[in-house]
């Protein structure tokens, strides 16, 4: 049964028009009751006439992610685990940010990727996420903060669980529906799109003008990046990079480069220049994430000196570098530790 949740809202005129032969402004009432009001249940439709409602229920469903559970952190940050239909589960975390929270969306069960510190990649991959689980995400997630009369939804990040760029298709999709007005309406500046970095579908990305990437680089050259994170440096340092230069942006726009900072592997004082010397004149801004250790893995958190001597010689040579604070960490919500596979 098709969930009316994975059409845009241009698939859902057509599904309306051509399938159910209704006319166009039942798709904007379906639209509205779905994205808008976070209404999943067609006799809560209340403009919406009884045997209509009948004749949709035997074609069609709104059907959410389910929420198999709930973490709160010690600093608000929390993290749902959601159970799809056929089983897969995947995580998605919320971040509390003054008045308003950021969310973190997965767009893929598990990844392929294989990134040798990440606990996603740990899992392999799974499968893609739909238009409606990735989305589904946000409406559950707003449901919680509005039940909980918390801070709204304003900011989305799509460095969830898999590869965005890899699911591009619905990932395109989803960023088209987000800023309706009529809908989800979270629209005031473009989303991140986390990414390892693939040249070509950056360029789609770019060409798109929705969003603005965050490269996940971790690495000053080719060599040591196939060392840490071998599938995605098939893709050459250099061409990623020179994709980079060739990324359309808006005057003040700039790309996020994520540097994971490995205690002893990629944090030494040589690498921060040899990463100057990568991306200067690249409009760009670095982002430090210190490693968030989990079981298992052959790596440590690097020193806080040596982070803030990474800092300090990338804004020595001009850059604008950032050491980011990881929230969360306490129920493993940080960056990279996300994996689902606790509820088995
Ligand atoms: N696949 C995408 C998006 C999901 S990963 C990507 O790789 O960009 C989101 C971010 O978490 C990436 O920058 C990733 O490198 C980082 N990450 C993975 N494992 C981590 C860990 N153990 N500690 C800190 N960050 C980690
Ligand atoms: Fe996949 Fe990103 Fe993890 Fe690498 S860091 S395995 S690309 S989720």
Known sequence: MINLLDLTRTELETFCTQELGLPRFRAEQLWQWMWQ?????????TNIAKPLREALKEKC??????????????????????????????????????DRYSQCLSTQAGCAM????????????ERNLTHGEILGQVLAARKHLEDNDLPPLKNL??????????????????????????????????????????????RTLGDSEMALPAISLHAPNQALREQIMPKAARFHIDDLVAALRAYPMRPRERITIEYLL?????????HARELATLLSGLRCKVNLISY???????????????????QNILKQKGMTAFIRRSMGADIAAACGQLKADQAK
């Open 292 to 310: 968030n250790a989990t079981e298992d893995m052959p790596y440590h958190a690097p020193s806080r000196e040596d982070a803030e001597a990474f």
């Open 157 to 202: 990040v799509f460095m969830g669980m898999g590869e965005p760029l890899l699911n591009l298709d619905t990932l395109l999709r989803v960023l088209g529906t987000l800023p309706d007005t009529k809908g989800l309406n979270i629209s005031w500046r473009r989303s991140m799109v986390s990414t390892v970095g693939f040249p070509d579908q950056l």
């Open 114 to 125: 294989g990134c040798t510190f990440c606990n996603t990649g740990l899992m392999g991959f």
């Open 37 to 45: 009001k976070g209404v999943a249940d067609f006799d809560a439709m």
């Open 262 to 270: 490995l205690g002893g592997v990629n944090d030494r004082p040589e």
């Open 61 to 98: 469903e709104v059907r959410w992610p389910e929420i198999e559970k709930t973490q709160v952190s010690e600093d608000g940050t929390t993290k749902f685990l959601f159970r799809m239909q056929d089983g897969k589960r995947i995580e998605s975390v919320i971040i509390p940010m003054h």
